[in-house]
């Protein structure tokens, strides 16, 4: 009897001591993220700084110039996109207008789906496997 009592709380203390290590690793691993937040933050305000002084005409060095041109650069292509976007949206919708009764008839005309799934049932764990399986994806009967 002394030797359950023992042997349960030796368990006792290592699932307390367990528990605590998974709390300990969780709380480092929540003050891990927030200062990585922190750091990501510090990274985009300098980012920001960066490309003002830019922006104004000021210059700190080589290697921030052409990262200011690339900028520039990626801005009028993202520009450039989002004009051709606004322009196919209008396109589509000035072609779409003619044949909307036309898309209507195609739409009715496609044939009916059903949708009952066909499938066998396994009378061991009861999973759904396809009509052709032989075995039970899950328990690996014979269906």
């Known amino acids: 009897m002394e030797e359950i009592k023992s042997m349960i709380n030796k368990i006792g203390r290592n699932i307390t001591k367990t528990s605590k290590d998974i709390i300990k690793n969780t709380k480092l691993s929540i003050q891990l993220s927030s200062q990585e937040e922190k750091l990501k933050n510090v990274y985009i305000e300098i980012g920001k700084k960066v490309y ?8 700190i ?30 396109a589509k919708q000035e072609e779409a207008k003619p044949t909307q009764n036309i898309d209507k008839d195609i739409i ?16 061991a764990c009861g999973q759904k496997n396809g009509v052709n399986d032989r075995f039970c994806v899950k328990c690996g009967r014979s269906l």
């Open 52 to 59: 003002e002084i830019y922006s104004y005409g000021g210059n």
């Open 61 to 90: 060095g080589e290697f921030f110039d052409e990262k200011y041109k690339e900028m520039l650069a990626i801005e009028k292509e993202i520009d450039s996109i989002k004009q051709k976007i606004a322009e196919n949206k209008e």
């Open 108 to 123: 009715d005309m496609r044939p009916q789906v059903s949708s009952v799934e066909e499938c066998r049932i396994c009378n």
